[in-house]
């Protein structure tokens, strides 16, 4: 992937690339019948370069929703076009909801039955407990009675007409209410139980599953918008049958990004957080700021060639970007401040020396110069020049007579 940079002048401005201009001014003239030498200058001068890795992709919406419904019907209402910007929660398609409106009637009347069911389970169960405690007295006082009787019956069993006493009597009379009260004990006490209280609990419960079955079918019958997006396919018309498919396709403009690729050469020096200048193809003399997101940690390997993904969220989104359209991304990689700058015009090589002409009263010096940080127009020189040093940065010759200098003027670079 190509490598470029950008200048931005000025120490500590965050927001804005302030320019760094070279100023530029006629240098020698000589005079010839046949030749005339025209040179460009530059003053030295300081700024901040910024490194650059450019590549290229297409924007995209990352929060896209294709809607469908989730159960089969003529349609009854769409209530949006292409186009169309709306809100989370909105209905935006419906299918006819008459039978499944009836069918949420009838399930709410069932759930109305089971209540009133279940109330009176309850309170059948609250009752018998005072059933059981009257029943429990009167099994304590025949228990008493017999427990007596049984005491008097003893004191005379050594006559022999026992059985013909009043005592046998009572005893058996005794015995009969014990019997009898222990009976009625016995049957209140198998009603105490809640075993009808919660068959109606299961009934009230069954009967609140079909009432929310019901609302729930009504739901999958329309289509919501999951989150506010502008609507940019509509599928069906009313009457139409659906049953299964896209019905509608919502997009959220306000969030894009765009994925591009850099070489294994390239992605060691990005990294999540970095920012980049993004141009599009389609809307020329406008520049946006985006960030990088994700780095793909493992590249794929395409014929030989290593490539990593990388995806970069666009900040300042206005309506005029559209999802699709070919974005260019200038990614900031590296930031010199307040370092001495040339236009890279300027430097000659020879070998591993790099050199300028510095312009000095009149006369051209050859200089051997350091350099740092370059890009596609200025270098940083780290040794051999001084800020306000003025240096050759081109040259023409041209067959004619005499003409003056080209006149210069100040440059301006970046924003």
């Known amino acids: 992937m190509k490598r470029q940079h950008y200048i931005m002048g000025g120490v500590g401005v965050a927001a804005l690339l302030v320019a760094v201009f070279f100023l530029t001014r006629p240098s020698s003239t000589v005079t010839s019948a046949a030749t005339t030498v025209r040179a460009q200058d530059a003053s030295v001068t300081r700024g901040t370069l910024v490194a650059t890795v450019s590549a290229a992709g297409n924007v995209s919406a990352p929060k896209t929703a294709s809607l469908a419904f989730q159960q089969s019907g003529r349609v009854a209402k769409v209530n949006v076009q292409v186009g169309d910007t709306v809100k989370s ?17 009838n399930t709410q009347a069932n759930l109305t039955s089971a209540q009133v069911s279940y109330e009176t389970a309850k309170t059948k169960v609250a009752q018998n407990p005072n059933q059981l405690i009257v029943a429990r007295a009167g ?51 198998s009603t105490i139980n809640d075993s009808a209280l919660r068959s109606a609990q299961v009934q009230l419960d069954q009967a609140q599953v079909s009432v929310d079955q019901a609302q729930r079918n009504i739901e999958k019958a329309r289509i919501v918008a999951p989150f506010d997006g502008v609507v940019s396919a509509v599928n069906f018309n009313v009457s139409d049958s659906v ?86 991304m200038a990614i900031a990689v590296e ?14 090589t020879t070998g591993n020396q790099k050199t300028v002409t510095v312009l000095f009263k009149g006369e051209q010096i050859s200089t051997p110069i350091g350099t740092g940080l370059t890009n596609d127009q200025f270098v940083e020189v780290t040794n051999g020049l001084n800020e306000g040093d003025v240096v050759l940065i081109q040259q023409t010759t041209t067959r004619s007579g005499n003409v003056p200098g080209v006149p210069g003027g100040a440059q301006f670079f970046g924003r």
């Open 89 to 105: 929660g909105q209905v935006l398609m419906e299918l006819d909801l008459v039978d499944l409106q009836l069918a949420l009637k």
């Open 139 to 189: 099994l304590d006082k025949a228990t008493i009675a017999l427990q007596k009787a049984q005491g008097d019956y003893n004191a005379i069993s050594w006559r022999g007409d026992i059985g013909m006493t009043t005592q046998a009597q009572a005893l058996q009379t005794a015995t009969i209410d014990y019997q009898s009260a222990l009976a009625s004990f016995s049957q209140v006490a």
């Open 243 to 328: 049953g299964s498919g896209v019905a509608l396709t919502l997009v959220d403009l306000a969030t894009l990004q765009v994925k591009v690729t850099l070489s294994e050469v390239d992605i060691a020096k990005v990294k999540a957080g970095q920012t980049a200048q993004m141009t599009l193809d389609a809307l020329t003399g406008k520049t946006y700021s985006a960030q990088v997101q994700s780095v793909a940690p493992i590249g794929t390997v395409t014929q030989g060639v290593v490539n990593y993904p990388v995806t970069l969220v666009v900040q300042n989104v206005d309506g005029s970007i559209k999802p699709g359209m070919t974005a260019n």
């Open 335 to 348: 930031r010199r401040d307040n370092v001495l700058l040339i236009p890279n015009r300027a430097v000659r």
